[in-house]
């Protein structure tokens, strides 16, 4: 499966972006989908994780409660709404594809875990 990333851009502390990402090839489905980031000079960290179905999310606490992870499975389409973003979120933000169908406390984070991963949309936050 092939992912693209997409919606990344220059935004002022305190704004809002969404990024998409869009499978092509393979369905989504039933995989679980995650986004995670990746700053300059610093190791990739996950950010969220949905699984296929959408019963399950879960969020690094650097952004839980700011940023909301979704899927439309119709469109193989997985996105991620950032609001009151910070400067510290600034990063390139990639989206990969699970493994497995559910999202696990202990693998959720875990990259080893994700099959497919996007090229990557950068985000920038200006103070």
């Known amino acids: 499966v092939q992912l693209q990333a997409s919606g990344g851009g220059l935004v002022q502390a305190g704004g809002s972006l969404r990024l998409s990402c869009a499978a092509s090839g393979r369905a989504m489905s039933p995989s679980g989908m995650a986004w995670f980031r990746q700053a300059p000079g610093k190791e990739r960290t996950f950010v969220a994780a949905?699984?296929?179905?959408?019963?399950?999310?879960r969020y690094a606490d650097s952004v839980t409660g700011r940023y909301t992870i979704s899927r439309d499975n119709a469109r193989n389409t997985v996105y991620l709404h950032m609001n009151n973003l910070k400067v510290e979120d600034t990063a390139l933000y990639f989206c990969?594809?699970?493994?497995?169908?559910?999202?696990?406390?202990?693998?959720?984070?875990?990259?080893?875990?994700?099959?497919?991963w996007g090229q990557g949309t950068l985000v920038t936050v200006s103070s």
């Open positions: 990969a594809k699970s493994r497995l169908a559910g999202i696990g406390a202990s693998t959720a984070a875990n990259p080893s875990g994700y099959a497919d």
């Open positions: 949905i699984s296929w179905n959408s019963d399950n999310t």
